[in-house]
Nanobody, 123 residues
């Protein structure tokens, strides 16, 4: 069982940056992802990473502004978010799963473990 704890959210102005962190227990064997959920919208995938090899995938257009990365030694997943926009405001969640079918990666149902979320507000 993987326990995930996110941090790093906050309130920023448009154009600023934030770095989210997600600390887990022995997640080096897992696929890891960041999802976000804005009020009135469904939870959507932001990016995922295969922690063994470091291969990454971005679900939408955030690549170029957002960067997913990991530090296996620290059991920590990161999401660097630059040039934030008001539409990026959401609760951000990290997720983990031991095996992943890439075509299902954007579905919440594909992920077994979730953190409690960290709030990002952009004004």
């Amino acid at each position: 069982h993987v326990q995930l704890v996110e941090s790093g959210g906050g309130s920023v102005e448009a154009g600023e940056s934030l770095r989210l962190s997600c600390v887990g227990s022995d997640f080096s064997r897992y696929y890891m992802a960041w999802f976000r959920e804005a009020p009135g919208k469904g939870r959507e995938g932001v990016a995922h990473i295969r922690t063994v090899y470091g291969t990454t995938h971005y679900f939408n257009s955030e690549k170029g502004r957002f960067t997913i990365s990991k530090d296996n030694a620290k059991n920590t997943l990161y999401l660097q978010m630059n040039s934030l926009k008001p539409e990026d405001a959401a609760m951000y969640y990290c997720a983990a799963v031991p095996e992943l079918t890439p075509v299902r990666a954007g579905s919440c149902l594909a992920w077994d473990y979730w953190g409690q979320g960290t709030q990002v507000t952009v004004s």
